[in-house]
């Protein structure tokens, strides 16, 4: 089993929905990463955090480390929030991310 | 605004060639890392290095190698390019303790025949 797991893998909706993609890990973190990834390759931060919530516009991000668990929400999705997005932790003591397998999202028009 | 460059997006070899694949950070970053990303894998640490000349393995290390002999350039090397090797390689970049602030390389797409 990975040591982190994202859900879905694929995600398809239509524009203007609310979107939601989790991760759960398994390991003791220091602090957890969501990313985004479009066709082509390159790779951006969208928020680190290592508690409670943090919001960017219309994406906002939690995470319960009780539970071991972080949520990705999309608000108001829009064709161009199309990505494959990506959560990774940084493994406490061991200054290395893990990487989720990554969700790939398509809002459709 | 370019900070993390790699040498090649997109790269054809033949099985047993050695592969180098080039990786520049203009950031002044300590530590730099190539990663490979697979479909339903995600992306996979295969070497870093938090200095110049130093070089710890990742998690896939096998029959990969990689040289850091100046600050800003991290190279990962195939030694004997191989068909399971055929693969999104990433290089990545950030200043010591700073992950929020981690910088990618567009990629490099290798196919080995």
């Known amino acids: 089993k990975n040591e982190v797991e994202q859900s879905p893998q694929n995600l398809t909706a239509q524009e203007g929905e609310f979107i939601t993609i989790n991760c759960s890990y398994s390991v003791g973190i220091s602090a957890l990463h969501w990313l985004q990834q479009h066709p082509g390759g390159g790779i951006v931060s969208l928020f680190m955090?290592?508690?409670g919530k943090k919001k960017h516009g219309r994406l906002i991000a939690t995470i319960n480390i009780q539970e071991k668990h972080s949520s990705l929400h999309i608000t108001a999705s829009h064709p161009r929030d199309s990505a494959v997005y990506i959560c990774?932790?940084?493994?406490?003591?061991?200054?290395?991310?893990?990487f989720g397998q990554g969700t790939r999202l398509t809002i459709n028009p | 605004d370019v900070k993390v460059t790699q040498s090649s997006r997109y790269l054809v070899k033949r099985t047993g060639e050695k592969v180098f694949l080039e990786c520049v950070q203009d950031m002044d970053h300590e530590n730099m890392f190539w990663y490979r990303q697979d479909p339903g894998l995600g992306l996979r640490l295969i070497y870093f290095?938090?200095?110049?000349?130093?070089?710890e393995k990742g998690d896939i290390p096998e029959g990969y190698s990689v040289s850091r002999e100046k600050k800003e350039r991290f190279s990962l090397i195939l030694e004997s390019a191989s068909t399971n090797q055929t693969s999104m390689y990433l290089c990545a970049s950030i200043r010591t303790g700073f992950w929020y602030e981690q910088y990618f390389g567009p990629g490099t797409r290798l196919t080995v025949t």
């Open positions: 990774a932790v940084i493994i406490q003591g061991a200054q290395k991310l893990v």
């Open positions: 955090l290592s508690s």
């Open positions: 290095s938090y200095d110049v000349k130093m070089k």
